[in-house]
Every structure is written in structure tokens, then in C-alpha cells.
């Protein structure tokens, strides 16, 4: 009877390495949220929803077309993309004014697209918004 030499750690360890592992929620944290469908930002003027969604001093987020709309006290609008600008991640949360990216805890400011809380460093970016026919419309030249 041959004797079969045992697995050493280091065996046992590098095959984990080389294993993938489901459920980890990386493809999450891929640009557009792992789906490649949605770009990271509108490519085109998208069509948003009523402009009565998004509340005076407040801000809505559109999480199918990757952008948050907010509005000031004196009733402007503003927009801006939900790809965090650290690793590309599609921002899902909105908590009061506050975006929050699932990947990396990075938060952003929806009334002004700046950073509040790192790892990101680069505020999101601006996009084009206006009303027409009581909806609102983002992206470029919208």
C-alpha cells in the first residue's frame, strides 16, 4: 500500500487563492454596478421623472441612469453622475443629501457633487439638467 502524501498549508492555502469565490459582491463595485448596461454617465439627455420628485432643499436619485438630481431653496436644479469617482462604483444610496458608495464607504455631498468622506478624492461630475414639459432631463446639452 503506497502511502499519499498530505496537503501542506501552504497547498491548502494557494488552491483558496486560486478558487473563485461566489457571493463576494464585487461585480458591484465594476463601473455601472457589474452590469455593463449604463454607461457612468448619461451619453445623452435622459429622462428622469416629474420635477415634483425632488423636494426644495433636497435630491432624488435616479439609480437606473447612474445621476442625482438635487434642488436649492430658490427651487435650481442640479445633477450629477452616481459613479464614485474612486473605483468607479455605482453610488446606490442617498441619505438625506448624502451619497453613500457601497464599495468603499465613500460619501458625497448630492447638493454639490463634493467629497465628505474618503477614500474618493475628486468630487462627481456635473451634468447638464433642465425641465421640459414638467420632467426632468440630464446629461450632455440636456
Avoid at 21 to 44: E, N, S, Y
Avoid at 62 to 90: E, F, P, Q
Avoid at 104 to 119: L, N, Y
Wanted: hydrophobic share 40%; charged share 15%; net charge positive.
Amino acid at each position: 500500500m503506497s502511502a499519499r502524501p498530505s496537503a501542506t498549508r501552504r497547498t491548502v492555502l494557494r488552491g483558496a487563492t486560486l478558487t473563485p469565490v461566489a457571493g463576494l459582491g464585487l461585480a458591484a463595485c465594476a463601473p455601472g454596478g457589474g452590469t455593463g448596461a449604463t454607461p457612468a454617465t448619461p451619453t445623452a439627455p435622459v429622462a428622469l421623472g416629474a420635477e415634483s420628485e425632488v423636494p426644495e432643499g433636497g435630491a432624488k436619485l435616479y439609480r437606473d441612469a447612474n445621476v442625482v438630481v438635487s434642488r436649492a431653496a430658490d427651487g435650481s436644479l442640479k445633477a450629477y453622475s452616481t459613479i464614485c469617482t474612486h473605483a468607479g462604483c455605482a453610488i446606490n444610496k442617498l441619505s438625506g443629501t448624502t451619497l453613500v458608495c457601497p464599495c468603499h464607504g465613500s460619501r458625497f455631498d448630492a447638493v454639490t457633487g463634493k467629497v465628505v468622506q474618503a477614500p474618493a478624492t475628486e468630487p462627481l461630475p456635473e451634468l447638464s439638467v433642465a425641465v421640459k414639459n414638467g420632467r426632468i432631463v440630464a446629461g450632455p446639452a440636456a
